[in-house]
């Protein structure tokens, strides 16, 4: 049997393509996956949100002043986490992230390639957050578009989506002893969730996929560079008294 590309393999841990038997006993009639035709795209969302994210959190290594094998271990983290727990919840086991070399190497090449040019990063605050809100977005649609595509309620395949986004920087972030940004007074997981509704309302009015993936993911995006840029952010508790 030849072997599958890696389009293939994304797809079949979505949906599985329903086979039956025609008229004729030799007869096979296939009905393709309405996914199958977006597996292309979710598999390069995917990946590039693996390698924005592995470069954030290689970043966030080297801010810390890790060695090559620790901001190598961020670099996997911070772009598989999300992913995987989506992953498990879903029922796609195992993980895409551990089923084939891609997401993997992604993860390693992005945090070498980061680890050695940081010099060329005059301020790495910046680049650290650029990434992340650029992760944020692609995961958060490439998650919600895999869970709808097993069929999930849109509720919770979106709420699935914005886990994939902030999981990994949730991960990265406590392995170096700092709070996650998702629990600051800063807009994360709400740009998150409103990226994944974007996907979520182009299914439900039957847009086309990759419209409602590009759009979401921007949505996100912009959300979240205004709100660094502009100081968004949820009350908090003192703000409240």
């Not at 035709?37 to 592995?54: P, Q, S």
């Not at 301020?123 to 895999?146: C, M, N, Y």
């Not at 309302?201 to 996929?209: F, I, K, Q, S, T």
Request: net charge positive; aromatic share 6%.
């Amino acid at each position: 049997m030849p072997a599958r590309t890696a389009s293939e393999e994304f797809v079949s841990t979505a949906a599985p393509t329903r086979v039956a038997r025609g008229n004729r006993p030799d007869e096979v009639l296939v009905h393709v996956n309405p996914y199958l035709e977006i597996a292309t795209l979710l598999l390069a969302l995917d990946l590039a949100g693996t390698a924005v994210f592995a470069i954030s959190g290689a970043a966030v290594g080297v801010k810390h002043r890790l060695d090559v094998f620790g901001v190598c271990v961020l670099a996997f983290v911070a772009g598989n986490a999300g992913g995987m727990l989506r992953d498990v919840l879903i029922g796609a086991v195992p993980p895409a992230a551990l089923r084939g070399w891609q997401y993997v190497t992604v993860s390693l090449v992005a945090g070498a390639v980061t680890f050695v040019w940081h010099p060329r990063l005059e301020r790495l605050h910046t680049p650290i957050l650029i990434f992340d809100a650029a992760g944020l977005g692609l995961f958060s649609v490439s998650g919600t578009q895999k869970a709808l595509a097993f069929g999930l309620n849109p509720l919770i395949a979106a709420l699935l989506g914005m886990l994939t986004g902030i999981g990994g920087g949730m991960v990265r972030d406590v392995l170096v002893r700092e709070i996650p940004t998702v629990l600051r007074k800063d807009l994360y997981a709400l740009a998150a969730l409103a990226g994944a509704a974007v996907v979520v309302v182009g299914e439900l009015a039957h847009l086309p996929p990759a419209a409602a993936t590009v759009g979401g993911a921007v949505l996100c995006f912009a959300i979240r560079l205004a709100a660094i840029r502009r100081g968004w952010g949820l009350p908090t508790a003192d703000r409240v008294a």
